[in-house]
């Protein structure tokens, strides 16, 4: 099976793979449907989850149901218990969204919700990270997960983040990352889809963050907060949930 899903992930488009996950979600939730792990973004119980990764596969980490990895639970959780997201209203931005949070985000009547993306038929506005439609200082919440490791110039993508949001205003930008590494490496003249893939962990990441992603991002303007919510769960809540240990969220303010 990873195998399978390893060719899958490498062989299809990403849209065209959007797509044709909607019509296999409810086959594979039966399949696997059990107690052992729970998805906290829908509620929904599996007997195991199924492996993800375009080179290294992991085991265990892409629920039958929302499609979740790891950090995205992570962040439902943190957004459910930690934030007022899902009772106060507020403007939100949202880069390349998720399947597991497009519907859900959409239905809360409370937030005024727009999605954006240079090539995901989930996006609302079609834009450049780098060069954004949108007014300074607009939004309220902004969410690019994953986002700025496809980015050649992600200096102009997060001064374009910093400037549409609100003063005040909460930024969440995960990244892959390797926190035993102090700096990020890139190279500009890789571009073997191949050797991306050994150096980068994916075909089309640009960059491997190391800890001081931080500090970029400090240097850009932001207040962050460097949050590990799994310190704040219990053992237990880590394991059912098929969470990373240890992994960080980039909580971004604008003062």
Known sequence: ??????????????????????????????????????????????????????????????????????????????????TEFFTAPAKVLHFAPEQAFYKRFRNLKHLDYTTTDLNSPLADVKADICNLPFADDEYDIIFCNHVLEHIPDDTTAMQEIFRVLKPGGMAILQIPQDLNRATTFEDDSITDPQERARIFGQYDHVRVYGRDYFEKLRAIGFKVDEVDYTTVLSKEEVTKYCLAPGEILPVCYKP
């Open 1 to 82: 099976m990873k195998k399978l899903f390893k060719f899958i992930l490498n062989t299809i488009p990403r849209p065209l793979l959007i797509r044709l996950s909607y019509m296999v979600r409810p086959i594979l939730s039966l399949w696997l449907r059990g107690d052992t792990y729970t998805d906290p973004i829908d509620g929904k119980s599996f007997s195991r989850f199924l492996p993800y990764g375009y080179g290294k596969q992991r085991d265990n980490v892409l629920s039958p149901s929302t499609l979740s990895l790891e950090r995205h639970r992570l962040l439902w959780l943190f957004l459910t218990h930690e």
